[in-house]
């Protein structure tokens, strides 16, 4: 079973359409004194969509007793903006509506409800909404808005314009009441627990300061402390790899060891007369502010004292991680900006959770404040995050190694020497052996990896099965590829894995040197990030304007006009459309003409709106490379230097985040010259892009599980399968199934395997299955599967011991979607152990099955329960020994406080009776020293939640 050991950075709810799968064994001594191992059918749990959400960080029903949320003041005339956070809390995109209802006692001039692309408070684009009628308290409505879900977010603001001729009332003067609602059309609205949420922005008149903070990750319209560019601004990314990266400003440099970005607190006063500032801004524990690096903006270029000292009329303070500013006049109308480096700390936390914070500050007048009083504060400013994305990284190797020598220093190719290569002295013809393996998760984020065997020389018909650390447990996958992976690992941590080698009867004894390699892959990263890592196992001998930015060299129509970008930009269009996938950059090809006569040198920078200095959406990175390079080109720092009158190419390599939606991003370019041009103004121009991230389309097919059964001579054997379409396109045309036994098998008296198709998905047998006589017409859609059943007879005379392995292909008409194959082997012995596995919704968690147990998929809810039930019959014509049914807690699921009344139970069995064992999240039922006689069983009954 995949996922045999669960974490609690994957306890959150499984994506709407994550499957759950599941894969039971019993061990066992034959009558011949064999070791033998018995594997189950696959159950399959589909996980459903269901819906929860935030406002503001909290859910309050009542349209009359909402939270206030913001305070804003303003003067007469003034627009104040109040910004808000949509979180979808639930497990699926859905799709919400926000409203804001003004207050009509005392009437606003216009109320509007905008996007905030970057989080800094702001509004970007056009207006979403326009209320018809503020002063009638008539609703300003955005309707069908979409969400990610698992936390995806929308950020928003509302603009509140007071009057130019309102007098009263002063606090408040008014106030909007904005929620936040499921749209009807969700598919799972019946599922919310609230449907609503209210939020309330109060609104205060004054003729006295009134001042206003927001918080970006921008670079500000003024040179850095050393009167450079600010090098540095990035809302996402890794953190730094090293604990000792520079914390000054004149030691800071780029690299991929220290992660560095930049913030800007922009604070403007919008009352009716000028004012004391003041303000104080903590960081996080996910960063280390950059001594020396803060910069005002009436004084662009020279690094801000920072003890106090007032210089220009600001008194700027830092001690450790805490900013104090006091601003000794702030004028009206008037709008200031402090911006510094962060160090983004090797400690910091994935996503946002150390890496977010809101600057305190006093919206009126602080009389006699300092930065050592700063006095009662009490407003906060928008919320402004770097997310912190995982870096991925693995190794595989012997059980003996660690992460660090089982490392390939090829990737994909094992390293010699025991601590990536596991060898077995010897195994006898028709044998299983066991290779035990350690993988090990050398990045910050938990991952799951893929398990397959690469290439391997051992004879001809042997199959490769992957368990977990017990032995027993199969792998089965977790992650959507055609292959079984590890299961979910923790950063940092290890598992342990058992790769198994069922060799053939035919095996030639005396032959020998057999190596395969077993190649692991991240199924959170992309290759380029965390390339695969190989690992062998062997056995040696078988026994028994001024400056134009353009896309191209002679540029494009007119920068004003459609797609143009030669001239004065950005075109309403883009000129250059890339197409990418999630996680995986695209270059754009940038010519920077200086049409000046002087020489000059140019700021390169990204912004996802026609507005600088800005960024792009969370999760986006941008970077500089030379001309003709790639996205794993090294970044050019600094300005580029252009000749007067000369023009110099160089590309920027734009990269989605892995989690990137299907969706066309429009990027904005800006060159803009480091000193002034002739005409003694700064030189700038602004080119459109866009980038378009589509989804992979894919044709991935897989047959699973490879099986291993036992049969009694003259009897038979029913083999499972299911043939799943994993990839985005569909399968047309039908398909051909098969199934081949070698002809020495068919000589010595087995049966030509007969196949069905397992219409009612219950692994047997029975009226309601069709026999597959020629193709299957129906196509096989993205996403679907067939259950497929493969009997196979034994011939009378077959003595133990002897095996047969059948191929089963499904072959497409489409040859995009390929042929998949899996390989049963079935065993004869005169014990014989048929292992069936089962299961049922237990809604309530109570450990009672809710209906008929059945091997048929199920699908359930995040915090709903599963009731398994694995029974492990003796078929055989003779008694077998120390039978034990082990099984284990699949991913996306924990154990259920509440289980089965019995969980372990046995008939025909005689000896030392079973027990029920659990260590971790394995669990097992048997003994060390019974006997089964025929027709006897062992059960294991157990129960498990759903994280949620």
Avoid at 544 to 569: C, E, R, Y
Wanted: net charge negative; aromatic share 6%; charged share 5%.
């Amino acid at each position: 079973m995949a996922g045999a050991l669960g974490f609690a950075a994957w306890a959150a709810a499984p994506p709407a359409g994550t499957v759950i799968g599941n894969q039971a064994s019993a061990s066992y001594v034959d009558p011949n004194g064999t070791p033998q191992l018995a594997t189950s059918n696959i159950v399959q749990t589909t996980v459903q969509q269901v819906g929860s959400f935030t406002l503001n960080g909290g859910n309050t029903n009542s349209l009359t007793s909402a939270i206030v949320q913001n305070t804003k003041t303003g003067a007469a005339g003034s627009t104040l903006y109040a910004p808000h956070v949509l979180t979808n809390t639930g497990n699926g995109t859905d799709v919400f509506d926000i409203t804001v209802i003004p207050d009509a006692g005392a009437p606003f001039a216009r109320v509007e409800i905008f996007a905030d692309a970057n989080g800094d408070g702001l509004p970007d684009g056009a207006a979403l909404c326009t209320s018809p009628s503020p002063a009638t308290g008539a609703a300003c409505t955005v309707d069908n808005r979409s969400v990610a879900g698992n936390n995806g977010t929308f950020q928003f603001v509302v603009a509140y314009q007071i009057p130019a001729n309102a007098t009263t009332p002063l606090t408040p003067y008014s106030f909007g009441t904005v929620s936040a609602q499921v749209d009807a059309s969700s598919p799972v609205f019946a599922s919310y627990p609230s449907t609503q949420s209210s939020n309330r922005d109060n609104i205060n008149l004054t003729n006295l300061a009134a001042f206003n903070v927001s918080k970006s990750i921008s670079a500000p319209a003024v040179a850095a402390a050393d009167g450079g560019a600010w090098n540095f601004v990035s809302n996402g990314g890794e953190r730094s790899s090293s604990a000792s990266c520079g914390t000054t400003f004149a030691t800071i440099t780029a690299g991929p060891a220290c992660q560095y970005t930049t913030y800007t607190i922009r604070y403007d006063n919008t009352g009716g007369a000028s004012g004391r500032f003041a303000m104080q801004d903590v960081l996080p524990s996910g960063f280390t502010y950059v001594a020396g690096s803060a910069v005002w903006s009436n004084a662009g270029g020279a690094p801000l004292n920072e003890t106090g000292v007032v210089t220009g009329g600001l008194e700027y303070r830092v001690a450790g991680n805490t900013i104090s500013v006091v601003d000794q006049n702030l004028p009206v109308n008037t709008t200031r900006t402090i911006s510094m480096v962060v160090l983004v700390n090797n400690t910091a936390a994935i996503g946002t959770g150390t890496t977010t914070n809101t600057v305190e500050y006093s919206p009126v007048d602080a009389a006699g404040a300092t930065t050592l009083s700063l006095g009662t504060l009490g407003s906060l400013s928008n919320p402004s995050a770097f997310t912190v994305l995982p870096s991925y990284g693995f190794a595989v190797g012997s059980s003996s190694s660690t992460a660090l020598t089982a490392r390939d220093t090829v990737a994909g190719t094992p390293n010699a020497g025991p601590n990536d290569v596991t060898t077995i002295a010897s195994a006898a013809p028709g044998t299983a052996i066991s290779f035990t393996k350690q993988v090990f998760n050398t990045g910050n984020a938990a991952d799951a990896i893929d398990l397959s065997v690469a290439s391997s020389t051992f004879p001809a018909g042997t199959v490769f099965t992957f368990f977990a650390a017990d032995g027993v447990t199969p792998l089965v996958n977790s992650g959507g590829s055609s292959n079984v992976d590890t299961g979910p690992v923790a950063a940092g941590g290890s598992t342990t894995i058992v790769v198994r080698a069922n060799l053939p009867a035919s095996a030639t004894v005396g032959s020998g040197g057999f190596t395969a390699n077993v190649l692991g892959t991240s199924a959170g990263a992309p290759a380029t990030q965390a390339p695969g890592d190989a690992t062998q196992i062997a056995l040696t001998t078988v026994i028994g304007s001024l400056v134009d930015l353009t896309n191209s060299a002679l540029g494009t129509g007119s920068g004003s006009v459609a797609n143009g970008d030669l001239g004065p930009g950005p075109s309403p269009q883009p000129t250059l459309v890339n197409t990418t996938q999630p996680g995986v950059g695209t270059v754009f090809p940038l010519f920077i003409r200086n049409n000046d006569t002087i020489a000059n040198d140019f700021n390169i920078t990204a912004s996802q709106t026609a507005s600088f200095p800005g960024s792009l959406p969370a999760g986006w990175t941008f970077k500089l490379v030379a001309a003709g390079g790639t996205c794993a080109a090294p970044a050019l720092t600094g300005p580029v230097s252009v000749p007067a009158g000369n023009q110099v190419e160089v590309a920027a390599c734009v990269t989605p985040p892995a989690i990137a939606p299907a969706a066309q991003t429009t990027v904005y370019f800006q060159a803009q010259s480091a000193t002034v041009a002739s005409n003694g103004l700064i030189a700038s121009d602004r080119l459109t892009d866009a980038v378009i991230v589509t989804l992979p389309q894919t044709y991935v097919t897989s047959l699973t599980p490879n099986n291993s059964g036992q049969i009694a001579p003259g009897g038979s054997v029913t083999f499972a399968h299911t043939l799943t379409n994993l990839g985005t396109l569909s399968c047309n045309g039908g398909y051909s199934l098969s199934a081949t036994v070698p002809a020495a098998e068919l000589a010595a008296g087995w049966t030509a395997p007969a196949l069905y198709l397992d219409v009612n998905e219950n692994g047997v047998i029975d009226a309601a299955d069709t026999l597959v006589t020629g193709p299957i017409t129906s196509d096989l859609v993205a996403g679907d599967s067939q259950a497929i059943l493969v009997r196979v007879f034994a011939p009378g005379n077959a003595v133990a011991g002897a095996s047969a392995t059948y191929t089963v292909v499904a072959t497409f008409t489409d040859t995009n979607c390929g042929a998949p194959t899996a390989t049963d082997v079935a065993n004869v012995i005169t014990g014989q152990i048929r292992v069936v596995k089962q299961q049922a919704l237990d809604a309530l968690c109570d450990g009672t099955p809710d209906t008929a147990l059945a091997a048929n998929p199920v699908t359930a809810r995040p915090g709903q329960c599963l009731f398994y039930d694995v029974v492990a019959t003796n078929e055989g014509a003779a008694p077998v020994t120390n039978v034990t049914v082990s099984d284990s807690v699949p991913p996306y699921t924990a154990l259920n406080p509440a289980q089965p009344a019995v969980q372990c139970v046995s008939t025909g069995l005689t000896g030392t009776a079973v027990t029920y064992a659990a260590s971790g999240t394995s669990m097992s039922c048997g003994s060390a020293a019974n006997t089964l006689a025929p027709g006897g069983t062992v059960s294991l009954n157990f129960v498990v939640r759903i994280d949620n």
